[in-house]
Nanobody
Framework: QVQLVESGGGSVQTGGSLTLSCAAS?????MAWFRQAPGKEREGVAI???????LYADSVKGRFTISQDKNKRTALLEMTNLKPEDTAMYYC???????????????????WGQGTQVTVSS
């Protein structure tokens, strides 16, 4: 079991930046961020896995950066050049085991935080 708590959401204008934080209750080697906009399915945003390997959704590449502290209990999502289409509830997620190659398969993530809202206005 692992509890995840997100923080750092808020409202910004187009082009702005935000950093989300996810705190885990225990060491967690793979931590991911997903997001869900109203009326849309939850989608993977970024994941950091073994030895710092990362994977990003095409829509956020070059704008978002995921990182993890050396204690493997906090993951950050630095978001820059935000766009209105980034508006969503952002969720931190973790899985039971960490694959050698990171992936953002939603069904493989068993543990979820409560979410933090990100709103980008034009």
């Amino acid at each position: 079991q692992v509890q995840l708590v997100e923080s750092g959401g808020g409202s910004v204008q187009t082009g702005g930046s935000l950093t989300l934080s996810c705190a885990a209750s225990r060491i967690t080697y793979c931590m991911a961020w997903f997001r869900q906009a109203p009326g849309k399915e939850r989608e993977g945003v970024a994941i950091i896995g073994l030895r710092g390997a990362t994977l990003y959704a095409d829509s956020v590449k070059g704008r978002f950066t995921i990182s993890q502290d050396k204690n493997k209990r906090t993951a950050l999502l630095e978001m820059t050049n935000l766009k209105p289409e980034d508006t969503a509830m952002y969720y931190c997620a973790a899985r039971e085991s960490c694959p050698a190659i990171p992936d953002l398969t939603l069904e493989m993530h068993k543990y979820w935080g409560q979410g933090t809202q990100v709103t980008v206005s034009s």
